[in-house]
């Protein structure tokens, strides 16, 4: 088995979630090329960073058009830099 280790201060994210197919509400599929890249995903591996403040299995959000996708065993990647993070997606109680 093969497994993918960010190096420097990036950060590997799998983007196998905006594979699903989308539909408009009148049942238009949309096709792959009008689809928005999405700005969120889960944290697969992360490289040598001081004190990320993430975790792996963290959901973050990120720069619109940042990093490199690419394929490896079939699955969608996403390597992207550290400081291209905007934010961790936390679970809050309601009020």
Same mark, same amino acid.
């Given at each position: 088995? #093969? *497994?993918?280790?960010?190096? /420097? @201060? /990036?950060?590997?994210?799998?983007?196998?979630? *905006? @594979?699903?197919?989308?539909? +408009?509400?009148? $049942? =238009? =599929? =949309?096709?792959?090329?009008?689809? *928005?890249?999405?700005?969120?995903?889960?944290?697969?591996?992360?490289? /040598?960073?001081? !004190?990320?403040?993430?975790?792996? $299995?963290? +959901?973050?959000?990120? #720069?619109? %058009?940042? $990093? +490199?996708?690419?394929?490896?065993?079939? !699955?969608? %990647?996403?390597?992207?830099?550290?400081?291209?993070?905007?934010?961790?997606?936390?679970? +809050? *109680?309601?009020?």
């Amino acid at each position: 088995m #093969k *497994e993918l280790q960010p190096l /420097n @201060e /990036n950060v590997l994210l799998d983007m196998s979630q *905006e @594979e699903e197919q989308q539909k +408009t509400p009148s $049942g =238009i =599929i =949309i096709p792959d090329t009008a689809k *928005e890249k999405p700005q969120y995903a889960k944290v697969v591996a992360i490289g /040598n960073i001081e !004190n990320p403040g993430i975790s792996v $299995g963290d +959901t973050v959000f990120f #720069k619109k %058009y940042s $990093g +490199t996708e690419f394929d490896f065993e079939g !699955n969608k %990647y996403l390597m992207i830099p550290y400081a291209d993070l905007l934010a961790k997606v936390v679970e +809050t *109680e309601e009020i």
